[in-house]
């Protein structure tokens, strides 16, 4: 892989890296994984005249539960969370059922979660459980430290609220609690393909009411979305006894909660392989899908026997 000339820095420390990111003429980027940035500088999307090696600052790998949250810093591989385990409850549950849909195995070993934040490709499964959580993304930058919402963060593709200069040094996940199902599904043209379509769901179930749920769309528009008006179609909702099967009846709150996130949360655009009204369809048959397995996961997790039928 040849790539166009470049200066390179190493710093040890997030101060160091912020300076380095400071200079406007020098066309900084941060290198971490790089599994995107090297690609796109080889394609000539991007051309930075300096290259700023995080991966020697120290602590920037940490992830660790503080405060009602699971903190990933800048240097965490996709990796780390193929093991439930990498977090407490039901995050560490989702977080396994991504990660595996991530690229393949020396991508994930190298790769970063913070890095995907930064990269911000419509598609990108973090960007999508990043927003279906409410994340906060943690930045340094010369005018000191800040934190963005998730929802405010994504402006675009490749478009976010990190300005130049500015460093991500983790983003902070709220942990669940035992009484919330998790479910990632997503639908793509072939195994080396960017998903067509991606839903990350958590849904809370207290005394058989729908007390809260989280839909997380990738590459249902030109950035990660939110299904918000999906997700007000379940509050309140009976969650009744897990759906048997992969695809929920028609008039069930789940099936309606896809055509309500296909038609009025989505903004598909064209794809040469995957037209709008395309798109649609499998957005609300996937938000449906996972759904389900939402609720399969909670009853799986709080002792209930899920009834019989193939498995979602």
């Keep these: ?10 710093p040890s420390t997030v101060p160091e890296a912020v300076d380095a990111l400071a200079d406007p003429g020098r066309r900084a980027e941060v290198l971490a994984g790089g599994q995107s940035l090297l690609l796109d500088m080889r394609l000539g999307r991007a051309g930075p005249g300096l290259l700023v090696d995080v991966n020697g600052v120290g602590g920037l790998d940490q992830v660790r539960v503080r405060d009602g949250a699971l903190e990933v810093g800048a240097l965490a591989r996709h990796r780390v969370f193929e093991s439930p385990a990498a977090a407490p409850g039901p995050l560490g549950r989702l977080l396994a059922l991504t990660v ?3 690229a393949h195995p020396p991508i994930r070993a190298r790769g970063t979660v913070v890095g995907s934040l930064a990269w911000a490709h419509p598609a990108s499964e973090w960007c999508a459980v990043a927003l279906a959580l409410d ?3 943690e930045l340094r930058g010369a005018a000191g430290a800040r934190t963005v919402a998730a929802g405010d963060y994504f402006h675009g593709a490749h478009a976010t609220a990190r300005v130049p200069g500015e460093l991500i040094t983790a983003v902070r996940l709220p942990l669940l609690g035992p009484a919330t199902g998790v479910a990632f ?3 793509r043209r072939t195994e080396f393909c960017f998903a067509q379509v991606a839903v990350a769901a958590a849904l809370t179930v207290r005394d058989g009411v729908i007390a809260e749920a989280r839909i997380g769309l990738a590459n249902c528009a030109d950035r990660p979305l939110r299904a918000h008006a999906a997700e007000r179609s379940l509050a309140g909702a009976e969650a009744g006894p897990p759906v048997a099967g992969r695809r929920p009846p028609p008039e069930h709150p789940f099936a309606r909660a896809g055509r309500i996130a296909a038609e009025r949360d989505a903004r598909p655009v064209p794809e040469p392989y995957a037209d709008p009204e395309y798109r649609r369809h499998v957005i609300a048959v996937l938000v449906g899908r ?3 397995q939402a609720s399969a996961d909670l009853a799986a ?4 026997d899920r009834p019989g039928g193939d498995r979602p």
């Design 185 to 187: 599904v997503e639908h």
């Design 290 to 292: 996972a759904l389900c």
């Design 301 to 304: 997790h709080t002792g209930h």
């Design 1 to 10: 892989m040849k790539l166009p000339a470049f200066d390179y820095l190493a």
């Design 100 to 102: 595996v849909h991530i």
């Design 135 to 137: 994340a906060a993304i």
